[in-house]
């Protein structure tokens, strides 16, 4: 690595990532805080949204390190006939779990609820894989952030630093009319952000255990999309046009017990320090050195 000319970014790579993955999606985002819902405002949350690869990408040139092995995880699809069952598959499997619990608990849901078509559902992957937590997420989060962390903690604790800073990082889609995050009500969004932290252990175990971050974005599409394939009873979740709290409480605990249980199963079987089997990525992996 050639040293740049900016020592705190050479220094604290991880950290200039997350000032810069901030300051370009909340810069780019924040007009659409104050529009009514739009094509423009909706085009400014999508572009604003690509703030963690564009800062990670502007970090690895900045210090001087290989953006094209930084780039090249993004199309990294060898990595085992069952790693991609495990992308596509695992949020089904969530989704199907939590439906079980859901009827074990009576709550909210009919199963005489039409079943998305194939297509929509394949319409609403791609839009995730691309704009929506795909694409526009992951390289960043785990292709740069997760990487450089394994170098100088445990993977559970590098997951959960990101976790924290993701949600964060989310912070104006609460806000911005166009986007559905403004319209969680309070149990909803105290149960994204525990959810988020889940996922965001979910997400490492995927990445440590590949090095690829087109899987981790294949998965974090798929999680995204998958809660679609719930049947949930829509007259139990609005009532007479306003939001049953209790409804969507009792859908987000059967959510956030699964995943947990999930997590709990990958670190009793992989251990915190790795959640995986053998070398995880780490800096050098993505371009950079220790």
Do not use: C
């Not at 963690?52 to 930084?70: E, F, H, N």
């Not at 439906?99 to 009576?106: A, C, D, P, S, Y």
Request: proline letters at 6%.
């Amino acid at each position: 690595m050639s040293k740049s000319r900016l020592p705190w970014i050479d220094d604290h790579p991880v950290a200039a990532f997350f000032v810069g993955a901030y300051a370009y999606t909340w810069i780019i985002s924040a007009p659409a805080l104050f529009m009514e819902p739009s094509w423009t405002a909706a085009i400014l949350i999508y572009v604003g949204s690509f703030g963690p690869p564009v800062s990670a990408a502007a970090v690895t040139w900045l210090r001087g390190d290989d953006v094209r092995v930084w780039a090249r995880q993004i199309t990294r699809w060898r990595v085992g006939w069952h790693w991609w069952i495990v992308a596509l598959g695992l949020p089904v499997g969530i989704a199907a779990a939590v439906t079980g619990v859901l009827v074990g608990i009576g709550g909210p849901v009919e199963f005489g609820q039409a079943i998305p078509s194939p297509v929509l559902f394949v319409v609403i992957f791609l839009f995730a894989l691309i704009v929506s937590g795909g694409l526009n997420e992951e390289p960043g989060w785990r292709g740069f952030a997760q990487a450089r962390l394994n170098d100088q903690y445990s993977a559970l604790t590098a997951s959960l630093i990101i976790g924290v800073v993701w949600a964060g990082w989310h912070l104006p889609y609460f806000f911005a009319p166009v986007t559905p995050h403004s319209e969680f009500p309070l149990v909803n969004q105290v149960g994204w952000f525990l959810g988020i932290l889940l996922l965001s252990i979910i997400l490492a175990w995927a990445y440590n255990g590949t090095g690829s971050v087109l899987i981790v974005m294949v998965l974090h599409a798929m999680a995204n999309s998958a809660d679609i394939l719930l049947p949930l009873a829509p007259d139990q979740i609005v009532v007479e046009g306003v939001i049953d709290e209790y409804a969507v409480g009792t859908v987000v605990v059967a959510q956030l017990l699964v995943q947990l249980l999930v997590v709990v199963v990958l670190i009793a079987y992989y251990g915190r320090e790795s959640l995986a089997r053998g070398r995880i990525p780490g800096a050098i992996d993505v371009g950079g050195e220790k």
